[in-house]
C-alpha cells in the first residue's frame, strides 16, 4: 500500500529545517480542514485539523494556517526530522465528504 | 483497540472481472468510507456508509458499489473490471453520528491491479 507516488510536487529539507506544505483548496464553503501524513505501505494519518472559523491553530511541532481570502491551507512542521518523510495531503469537508488535494512529498535528509 | 483492517492487502485480478474488497472499522465505529487512490488522481471519494446504509457517494461509475453489515464491516465490489480501477482502495472508519465531523481512521489500503 504505497501512497500515491509519480506525480507529486516534492519538498526536500535538512533535518532541524522548518518545514512548510501548501495547499490550495476549492470550495469557499467548505467548514473543516485536515491535513492527513500518509508514510509508505500505510493508509493517511490524521496531524491536525482546523476549523473555517479560525485563522490558526497549533499542534505538537505543527502549525496550520487558514487563509479563506485566497482559500489556501499550510501546513508549518518545526525542527523537521527523518520521521517526517511522507506524503502530506490537505482535506476540505464539503457537501458531508473528504475532497483530498493531490499532495506533498517531504523528503528529509540528515 | 485494533486499527482499521483491510483485507485482501494485495490483489490482482484480468479486465473484465469482478472484485470485493472488505472492510473491518474500529470497534464501536458506525461510519465507513471508502476512497480510491492512484497516481493520476490522487485520493477520490468513493462512498460512505453508515448503520446499513449508503449516506454519500462520490462520482464513480455504477461498476463500483459497496455494503455495509449490522456489525458495520463493509465490502466494496467492483464489476467488469477495467485497467484504469487498478488502485489502492483505501477504507477509513469514524464514529459518524451526523453534525459536527467525527475524525477519520484510515486502513493501510488494498492495492488492487488490474491486467
Known amino acids: 500500500g504505497e501512497s500515491v507516488g509519480l506525480h507529486l510536487p516534492t519538498l526536500s529539507v535538512q533535518e532541524g529545517d522548518n518545514s512548510i506544505i501548501n495547499c490550495a483548496y476549492s470550495?469557499?464553503?467548505?467548514?473543516?480542514f485536515i491535513w492527513y501524513k500518509q508514510e509508505s505501505g500505510k493508509g493517511p494519518q490524521f496531524i491536525i485539523d482546523?476549523?473555517?472559523?479560525?485563522d490558526k491553530r497549533q499542534g505538537q511541532r505543527v502549525t496550520v494556517l487558514l487563509n479563506k481570502t485566497v482559500k489556501h491551507l499550510s501546513l508549518q512542521i518545526a525542527a523537521t526530522q527523518p520521521g517526517d518523510s511522507a506524503v502530506y495531503f490537505c482535506?476540505?469537508?464539503?457537501?458531508?465528504?473528504?475532497?483530498f488535494g493531490t499532495g506533498t512529498r517531504l523528503l528529509v535528509s540528515p | 483497540k485494533a486499527g482499521v483492517t483491510q483485507t485482501p492487502r494485495y490483489l490482482i485480478k484480468t479486465r473484465g472481472q469482478q472484485v470485493t474488497l472488505s472492510c473491518s472499522p474500529i470497534s464501536g465505529h458506525r461510519s465507513v468510507s471508502w476512497y480510491q487512490q492512484t497516481p493520476g488522481q490522487g485520493l477520490q471519494f468513493l462512498f460512505e456508509?453508515?448503520?446499513?446504509?449508503?449516506?454519500n457517494k462520490g462520482n464513480f461509475p455504477g461498476r463500483f458499489s459497496g455494503r455495509q453489515f449490522s456489525n458495520s464491516r463493509s465490502e466494496m465490489n467492483v464489476s467488469t473490471l477495467e485497467l484504469g480501477d487498478s488502485a489502492l482502495y483505501l477504507c477509513?472508519?469514524?464514529?459518524?453520528?451526523?453534525?459536527?465531523?467525527?475524525?477519520?481512521?484510515f486502513g493501510p489500503g488494498t492495492r488492487l491491479t488490474v491486467l
Open positions: 477509513a472508519s469514524s464514529l459518524g453520528g451526523s453534525g459536527t465531523y467525527n475524525e477519520q481512521f
Open positions: 482546523i476549523r473555517s472559523n479560525m
Open positions: 456508509y453508515f448503520s446499513e446504509t449508503q449516506r
Open positions: 470550495n469557499s464553503a467548505s467548514d473543516y
Open positions: 482535506a476540505e469537508r464539503g457537501f458531508q465528504k473528504l475532497v
